[in-house]
């Protein structure tokens, strides 16, 4: 049995997790971050994945500037879109299984209840357009690709990255000392890495496919989510309310974009835990992270 696998954004705060999760059950894992493999060069794509021949291929590469979207949108389109075509085509070529990850944005936020796969997507940013393209692509060129939407995704491989997370963001911002403004009114389904990616193996070991939703199990505003990483961190910094229409972005975001996650619990998935048990979690991790880079013990593996 192949048990090769492919990983495209193999170092990002998703893509850790997943080549972990990935080798922990047996995979022959090979990953490319954008430095080694440009997804946008079709012909690279091609003959990375020909060579390898993999049974799986993830693609947890993804251009996630959502306002910076708002100006390039075409750089957005090439990554989230276009770059999941030349995946596909290869997929189908070599009879890969394709796993592609999708977004919350796809949908415009006026639903005021979690998502399900069934409700009609309506983006409204640069950025959700290229993403639901992307989607698109995949179910175009192949009959089996499994979709993984997902919401506010936050891991311990944040630390290792450039843009960090909402939580890395929230705690930076507490210790230098400023005022912080957080929207009331945008409600998310914050999803842990680690799970996100113990999920979405489980869907591939089942050979399901299909559109699912694998976010966190507790809609909550961003606002209430700061709150409780403050508590959580023995932090009490100045921090404001604001709504949306008095904290405008250069790209519109759904205001209430909690995913459902009652799709992917009837396939006999294990529902995901409370959130403020993932972030005793999270908090964990990253202190072992933290700890490993300072050469004074082992981080957890990676």
């Not at 299909?210 to 910094?237: D, K, Q």
């Not at 996650?261 to 294990?270: A, D, S, T, V």
């Not at 048990?277 to 050469?295: M, T």
């Amino acid at each position: 049995m192949n048990k090769k696998a492919a990983v495209f954004g193999s170092v990002g705060q998703l893509g850790t997790e997943l080549v972990r999760e990935l080798n922990g059950r047996g995979y022959q894992v090979t990953g490319w971050d954008r430095k080694h493999l440009d997804i946008t060069d079709a012909r690279k794509v091609e003959e990375a994945l020909v060579q390898l021949d993999p049974a799986v291929v993830v693609n947890a590469a993804a251009y996630n500037q959502v306002d910076v979207a708002e100006e390039e949108p075409w750089a957005a389109f090439e990554v989230n879109g276009l770059a999941v075509r030349h995946i596909a085509v290869v997929c189908r070529q070599i009879d890969a299984r394709l796993v592609h990850f999708s977004t919350d944005y796809v949908f415009d936020g006026q639903a005021k209840r979690p998502y399900t796969e069934q409700d009609p997507t309506h983006p409204l940013s640069a950025y959700a357009v290229s993403k639901l393209a992307g989607e698109l692509y995949a179910q175009a060129y192949l009959d089996k690709a499994l979709i993984v939407r997902t919401s506010g995704v936050f891991g311990p491989g944040a630390l290792r990255t450039a843009r960090g997370n909402f939580v890395e963001l929230m705690l930076r911002l507490a210790r230098a000392g400023q005022e912080i403004r957080v929207v009331k009114d945008h409600v998310g389904s914050p999803t842990y890495a680690p799970l996100l990616a113990a999920r979405t193996v489980d869907l591939v070991e089942r050979k399901l496919a299909g559109v699912f939703h694998v976010a966190g199990g507790t809609p909550i505003s961003w606002f209430e989510w700061a709150g409780m990483i403050f508590r959580r961190a023995g932090l009490n910094p100045k921090i404001q309310a604001v709504t949306e229409r008095s904290y405008r972005t250069p790209a519109r975001r759904p205001k209430y974009s909690a995913l459902s996650n009652n799709k992917m619990e009837e396939c006999g998935l294990e529902p995901m835990p409370r959130l403020d048990r993932v972030l005793e979690e999270y908090f964990n991790a990253r202190g072992e992270a933290a700890f490993g880079q300072k050469g004074k013990g082992p981080g957890p593996g990676r």
